[in-house]
């Protein structure tokens, strides 16, 4: 099946501070998802963006599905954003989604 | 308010014995999906179906069965034969299709005492 790797794995910010989170990806996919999941557990939707890039406040992401990778870019990060980080791809004619083992995101105030 | 619901929030479960875990969804969904999460890991997929009355195993599906009588429900029994069912379960739903976003409910956690 296809492999997923997320770096890094972690990574600890001061408050204000930017950062990229990478998703790297085996194989051609048909979808992509980047998720949030907070202290609690919930998984938040980020962006569905199996190409191309989009922007959400603070937050954006980026797609090269030609060189199967995603990025996700967080700008002035607030501590809030702590929580780990999900990359989560589909492929044609496959339903259901594989996950990467996240980034783990700290921000310290 | 339109979402998936999952219940209860945490579950204590004795050795040898069967639990449930509900997953209801109100957005109309064809799809929905059970994975389980252990401490410091990604999402690994159990049981997973595409419509009413059938489903199909993920990745990790012995000690786990499913059911689906209806399309707004989906649960989920982890059975005496899972051997380390301690974990965090989430539910999660979608159109069927590799083109489809996935919604997640706010998930289960089973500890076994």
């Known amino acids: 099946g296809i492999q997923v790797e997320q770096s890094p794995p972690d990574l600890i910010l001061q408050e204000g501070a930017n950062s990229t989170l990478r998703c790297n990806f085996s194989d051609s996919v048909n979808n992509l998802q980047w998720f949030h999941q907070n202290p609690w557990g919930q998984l938040i939707n980020l962006f569905y963006?199996?190409?191309g890039t989009k922007q959400n406040g603070r937050l954006s992401a980026t797609t090269v599905a030609t060189e199967r990778y995603s990025l996700l870019y967080i700008s002035s990060s607030q501590t809030t954003d702590s929580g780990v980080y999900f990359c989560a791809l589909r492929q044609a004619n496959a339903g259901k989604s594989t996950f990467g083992d996240g980034t783990t995101l700290t921000v310290k105030p | 308010d339109g979402g998936i619901t999952q219940s209860p929030k945490y579950l204590f479960r004795k050795e040898g014995q069967n639990v449930t875990l509900s997953c209801e969804q109100n957005?109309?969904?064809?799809?929905m999906y059970w994975y389980r999460q252990d401490p410091g890991q990604g999402l690994r997929l159990i049981y997973y179906?595409?419509?009413?009355?059938?489903?199909q195993k993920g990745d990790i599906a012995e000690g786990y069965s499913v059911s689906r009588e209806k399309k707004e429900s989906f649960p989920l029994t982890v059975t005496s034969a899972q051997k380390n069912p301690t974990a965090f379960y989430l539910c999660?739903?979608?159109?069927?299709?590799?083109?489809?976003?996935?919604?997640f409910g706010q998930g289960t956690r089973l500890t076994v005492v």
């Open positions: 963006i199996p190409s």
């Open positions: 179906s595409q419509i009413v009355n059938d489903f």
């Open positions: 999660a739903s979608s159109i069927w299709g590799a083109n489809t976003e996935a919604f």
């Open positions: 957005l109309n969904h064809d799809a």
